[in-house]
């Protein structure tokens, strides 16, 4: 026999984001499984009828563990997790721990729109060339492995998308990271801050690079630091792709 295993990302709030492969997912689903928050964020509709394992305090081990283990028993279930699950989320932990279970455990990962894209429409425009995305948490990775990557992006011109910029317990990292890109970047680069992109709370702000007020930051705040290119049109940040400067002379 085997049981299916859905990896399914949610986008970044708002159901209309939500897309409808997600959506089929979730409903094919006889068992729910993820962190309380990411299971507050499915439709109430979707949820009708359904066990759900909802792992308030379970760490990301544990809840993988837990959803494999529904899954082996011939439960078809879906693990829920915000934006992409593949973007800083479950779908590699589920992978790695049910590598043995590959012959009879199918495992499928549906896509959600990440944070990044959905910060970028409300930003405007500032991810039209190369980009690179950090995260700014030290917690699974040394402090010097991310600075190195800061420095190499800054360096390379790329414009730089900053995930996880801030939590209660880590609130140095991303004044650190601001003064490595300052380095090498012009004090008035555009930095857009979105916080809590299509959810009620959404906020969005544009500073320059030497005017960026941290306090503003929170856990669900996504960061765009503009390349050499990047400007103002309007409000909005737009990162110029080329087509003007090559074809209108
Ligand atoms: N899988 C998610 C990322 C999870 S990591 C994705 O694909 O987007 C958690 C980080 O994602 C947060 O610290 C924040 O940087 C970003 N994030 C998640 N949801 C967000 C939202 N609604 N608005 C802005 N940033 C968000």
């Known amino acids: 026999m085997s049981s299916s295993l859905k990896i399914v990302g949610l986008g970044p709030g ?3 984001l939500l ?11 006889d068992v729910i499984v993820g962190y309380t928050l990411y299971v507050d964020l499915v439709p109430e509709a979707l949820k009708e009828g359904k066990e759900i394992i909802s792992t308030g305090m379970m760490g990301e081990i544990t809840r993988c563990e837990k959803a494999i283990e529904v899954a082996l028993s011939g439960k078809d279930t879906a693990v829920v997790c915000s934006g992409d699950p593949g973007i800083y989320a479950m779908s590699g ?11 009879t455990l199918e495992i499928e990962v549906i896509a959600g729109i990440p944070a990044l894209s959905a910060s970028s429409a409300l930003l405007g425009a500032p991810l039209m060339h190369d980009f690179a995305v950090i995260s700014l948490s030290d917690l699974l990775t040394e402090w ?17 998308v900053l995930y996880n910029p801030k939590s209660k317990r880590r609130d140095w990292q991303l004044g650190k990271a601001l003064e490595i890109v300052g380095t090498v970047r012009s004090a008035d680069t555009p930095v857009g801050l979105v916080k809590s992109a299509y959810r009620k709370e959404q906020k969005t702000l544009v500073f320059s690079l030497n005017s960026f007020d941290i306090d ?9 630091i503009g390349n050499s290119t990047t400007r103002m049109i309007g409000e ?10 090559k074809y209108r002379k």
């Open 19 to 29: 897309t409808p492969q997600a959506q089929k997912a979730i409903a094919d689903a």
């Open 236 to 245: 909005k940040i737009v990162t110029p792709r080329g087509y003007l400067k």
């Open 216 to 224: 503003e930051v929170d856990m669900l705040s996504t960061i765009i």
């Open 144 to 160: 010097d492995v991310i600075e190195k990557r800061l420095k190499a992006a800054a360096e390379a011109d790329f414009v730089i």
């Open 93 to 103: 932990l589920v992978y790695e721990l049910a590598e043995k279970h590959l012959d």
């Open 14 to 16: 708002d159901s209309a």
